[in-house]
């Protein structure tokens, strides 16, 4: 069993604190557009010129998004709620029960009460000539299952970035093997051990950990918050994309611009350098015995 002693002050403090939401916009404005014309189209065998003529098909259209839009505020509402009231780590299964229950099964219900309300009084079809068992209740209970998949990554997401960042605001440094690092893999939370850790590379504006097994977990946080919470003994910020353990640097080689090539293990997918101006002080760190050296 992972020895969870060094981490409990901080979760509690982190599951009992008032946080917003992750930022779901890009759901309101991507997701949701589909999932309107998605409950109108799919299904429906008319020409797209023929739908265009019929006004049915544009009150369609509203009823669809007045159903996705009030579901959407009505999500970022309850999952806000579920995230405050249930912790990751000793609540995960009320959590999912409770987007079960309250994110599927009642919305599925409502939706498609609100769907027979709107096919009897404002088309005029009669109940045996309903289409919702077998079309508009799966097309539903799908896009459900969608959003409430959506939303639970993203808090799970945020949960394990307010746990790193709680880390790194620790006071103190570095210098013990039971120190440990959260990294995530699939859906489970792993602490790290930070003898382990054999570099942070910084690619595309998204910060990596690369363990000494060659391991790649992403740990977005900046590498200035990083840098201070390790042991600078152990740890050198070689440049502005790398932040490399002692370990992992296996060689280094002065270039023809007098910089210094540096050779990591595991081997990264771009080339590390450290500037002419911070050369000797890499070399002065890495070897503490040849302080005087000049970089030729």
Same mark, same amino acid.
């Given at each position: 069993? !992972?020895? =969870?002693?060094?981490? @409990?002050?901080?979760?509690?403090?982190?599951? /009992?604190?008032?946080?917003?939401?992750?930022?779901?916009?890009?759901?309101?404005? %991507?997701?949701?557009?589909?999932?309107? %014309?998605?409950?109108?189209?799919?299904?429906?065998?008319?020409?797209?010129?023929?739908?265009?003529?019929? @006004?049915?098909?544009?009150?369609?259209?509203?009823?669809?998004?007045?159903?996705?839009?009030?579901?959407?505020?009505?999500?970022?509402?309850?999952?806000?709620?579920?995230?405050?009231? #249930?912790?990751? +780590?000793?609540?995960?299964?009320?959590?999912?029960? &409770? /987007?079960?229950? #309250?994110?599927?099964?009642?919305?599925?219900?409502?939706?498609?009460?609100? +769907?027979?309300?709107? =096919?009897?009084?404002?088309?005029?079809?009669?109940?045996?000539?309903?289409?919702? /068992? *077998?079309?508009?209740?799966? =097309?539903?209970?799908?896009?459900?299952?969608?959003?409430?998949?959506?939303?639970?990554?993203?808090?799970?997401?945020?949960?394990?970035?307010?746990?790193?960042?709680?880390?790194?605001?620790?006071?103190?440094?570095?210098?013990?093997?039971?120190?440990?690092?959260?990294?995530?893999?699939?859906?489970?939370? =792993?602490?790290?051990?930070?003898?382990?850790?054999?570099?942070?590379? $910084?690619?595309?504006?998204?910060?990596?950990?690369?363990?000494?097994? &060659?391991?790649? %977990?992403?740990?977005?946080? @900046?590498? +200035?918050?990083?840098? $201070?919470?390790?042991?600078?003994?152990?740890? *050198?910020?070689?440049? !502005?994309?790398?932040?490399?353990?002692? $370990?992992?640097?296996?060689?280094?080689?002065?270039?023809?611009?007098?910089?210094?090539?540096?050779?990591?293990?595991? !081997?990264?997918?771009?080339?590390? %350098?450290?500037?002419?101006?911070?050369?000797?002080?890499?070399?002065?760190?890495?070897? @503490?015995?040849?302080? +005087?050296?000049?970089?030729?």
């Amino acid at each position: 069993m !992972r020895d =969870l002693s060094y981490f @409990p002050p901080m979760q509690t403090n982190l599951e /009992h604190s008032s946080f917003s939401g992750p930022n779901d916009r890009w759901i309101f404005r %991507f997701v949701y557009p589909l999932m309107t %014309f998605g409950a109108v189209h799919i299904g429906n065998d008319n020409p797209l010129l023929t739908l265009w003529s019929l @006004p049915s098909y544009y009150t369609d259209l509203i009823l669809a998004a007045f159903c996705t839009y009030g579901a959407g505020y009505y999500f970022r509402y309850l999952f806000q709620k579920l995230d405050r009231k #249930y912790q990751w +780590e000793e609540q995960a299964r009320r959590r999912i029960a &409770g /987007h079960a229950v #309250y994110g599927v099964l009642i919305p599925l219900l409502l939706i498609l009460g609100i +769907e027979c309300l709107y =096919l009897r009084l404002f088309l005029g079809i009669p109940p045996r000539e309903f289409t919702v /068992h *077998y079309l508009e209740m799966p =097309l539903v209970f799908g896009f459900l299952l969608i959003i409430n998949l959506f939303y639970i990554i993203l808090y799970y997401r945020q949960y394990n970035s307010r746990l790193q960042r709680a880390l790194l605001r620790e006071p103190g440094r570095v210098t013990s093997k039971a120190d440990y690092l959260l990294v995530n893999r699939g859906a489970r939370t =792993l602490q790290l051990p930070l003898e382990e850790v054999a570099y942070f590379a $910084k690619l595309d504006g998204i910060t990596f950990l690369r363990t000494a097994g &060659g391991e790649k %977990f992403l740990y977005d946080l @900046p590498l +200035e918050q990083i840098r $201070k919470r390790l042991d600078q003994d152990s740890f *050198y910020q070689l440049n !502005r994309q790398f932040i490399a353990g002692r $370990k992992s640097i296996q060689a280094y080689a002065a270039t023809d611009t007098r910089k210094l090539a540096i050779e990591l293990h595991p !081997r990264p997918e771009q080339a590390v %350098f450290v500037s002419k101006a911070r050369a000797t002080h890499f070399v002065s760190w890495l070897q @503490p015995d040849r302080k +005087e050296e000049l970089v030729s």
